[in-house]
């Protein structure tokens, strides 16, 4: 017969707001009760987690076949969110060849950086809303700004029109797109965050494949601004829909600002912002040139556009195989090794490029290994920051990633325009290939940085 007593004690367990769950024991002290009482509580906890957490709000559980809904979502808006710059190359080299001959390479740059420079660079203001408002809203409201932002700029006549709309607008509208997609795969997966990562990510390139040869179409066919217009109408057809599967798993912890301030004293916040931006300073310069290397090489606009479409779909595939390899031998690991990589393959082969076959095998391998960063950057900061967080702390790293956008396709454009004169690409190369040398260095310091903070000192381990 059992005794009740008043003995309360701490049994950890997964509650929904993760704090250590409290049970009061009824009995006496044998091991054997106890041993019984904390399994059952283990279950009654897992349990609780499970069918109470959609009703209240609560902590989903991670690793479920549920959370490839909201990330299949992600990797659709993706298409939409980085197709409009993966695409770009179509329109810049009409625009630089066919509508605008005259004008300077420079300022036609303005357009394409601004879409990819905004849409980063805004996140810190977007991510912090999606935190605070939810990611529906923000999502929302992308849609209809990035819709917006198409039409209008299908009735510009002049180049300022074109970078107010299709580069300021549309770089807003996707970076309220951009800033919730991040962070959803990375909250619902622990175990294969890197795959799941890679897979939304993955839609980006799966979105220049089909937003680049349909632009290209409706340009052959239709014109430049239906090829608009019809962009915008897609846009909003289809985000409508993925937008209302945008659910969190970790609710949002209420805050006093805005930003996740706390992030910024972490040396890991700053070498992962580094390492942002100094890639995407260097990354943009084969997919904006690519296609006017071709046309120099006596090809046509349609080998411009093909050689996008190569790039795009090794992108697809390496976005997956990458975070597969991160899963499987670390992060951080994949990530620098594919940096090294990217370096050994861009410079050699462009360099040396005297015919369109090799900017093909350019085109495929650097598809397949480059982009690596943009889905393992997120994996990274979700290891290292709680995910109730994660699009304030991407949003605020995204913040340098649209700095080295801006930065480096102005300082591209300039180049190709001042020292290679419009005919070669040898500076232009020699400057990509730098600063993702550059981003490899930075890499490798945050591996070491990493180490250094675990018990486990050897070199060569899963980081």
Not at 24 to 40: E, L, M, Q, W, Y
Not at 262 to 287: D, N, P, Q
Request: aromatic share 10%; charged share 10%; with cysteine.
């Amino acid at each position: 017969m059992f005794v009740a007593t008043s003995t309360t004690e701490r049994i950890p367990g997964p509650s929904l707001h993760g704090d250590m769950a409290s049970i009061s024991i009824v009995g006496d002290t044998k091991s054997s009760c106890r041993c019984s009482i904390n399994k059952a509580t283990t279950i009654c906890n897992k349990h609780t987690t499970l069918t109470s957490s959609a009703e209240n709000g609560g902590i989903r559980p991670a690793d479920t076949l549920y959370g490839w809904i909201p990330t299949l979502a992600a990797t659709v808006n993706y298409m939409f969110i980085f197709g409009a710059s993966n695409s770009y190359g179509v329109f810049s080299t009409y625009y630089l060849n066919v509508k605008f001959p005259g004008t300077s390479a420079t300022t036609l740059s303005w357009i394409g950086t601004l879409v990819t420079s905004l849409m980063l660079g805004c996140s810190i203001l977007t991510g912090a809303m999606a935190d605070k408002c939810g990611y529906r809203v923000t999502v929302y409201t992308g849609t209809v700004i990035c819709t917006l932002a198409y039409i209008l700029a299908s009735f510009a006549k002049e180049v300022w029109e074109l970078i107010l709309t299709q580069g300021v607008l549309l770089g807003i509208g996707a970076s309220f797109l951009y800033a919730p997609s991040t962070s959803i795969p990375a909250q619902w997966f622990v175990k294969n965050r890197g795959l799941a990562s890679g897979i939304a990510v993955a839609g980006s390139s799966i979105g220049g494949l089909w937003f680049t040869a349909a632009t290209q179409a409706m340009i052959d066919s239709l014109g430049a601004e239906w090829a608009l217009r019809i962009l915008g109408i897609l846009t909003f057809a289809v985000t409508s829909l993925t937008n209302s599967l945008y659910y969190r798993r970790v609710p949002a912890k209420p805050r006093k600002s805005l930003f996740e301030l706390r992030a910024a004293k972490r040396l890991i916040f700053w070498l992962v912002s580094i390492e942002t931006c100094t890639m995407y300073t260097g990354y943009w310069a084969l997919t904006f040139y690519v296609g006017t290397n071709a046309k120099h090489l006596g090809g046509t606009l349609r080998d411009g556009s093909d050689l996008l479409l190569v790039l795009n779909a090794g992108s697809a595939i390496g976005r997956v195989v990458a975070g597969v390899i991160a899963d499987r031998f670390g992060t951080i690991n994949t990530l620098l090794i594919s940096i090294v990589l990217t370096v050994v393959i861009e410079m050699p082969l462009w360099m040396t490029a005297r015919s369109i076959t090799p900017l093909y095998v350019l085109c495929a391998l650097y598809g397949l290994i480059s982009p690596s960063f943009i889905s393992l950057n997120p994996v990274i900061v979700a290891s290292h920051f709680s995910t109730d967080v994660m699009a304030s702390v991407m949003g605020m790293t995204n913040l340098f990633g649209g700095l080295g956008v801006l930065a480096g396709n102005l300082a591209q454009g300039a180049i190709f325009e001042k020292y290679d004169r419009r005919e070669k690409f040898t500076n232009t190369i020699i400057f990509s290939g730098v600063f993702i040398l550059l981003a490899g260095i930075v890499t490798f310091v945050m591996r070491v940085h990493v180490q250094r903070q675990r018990a486990d000192k050897r070199f060569f381990q899963r980081i």
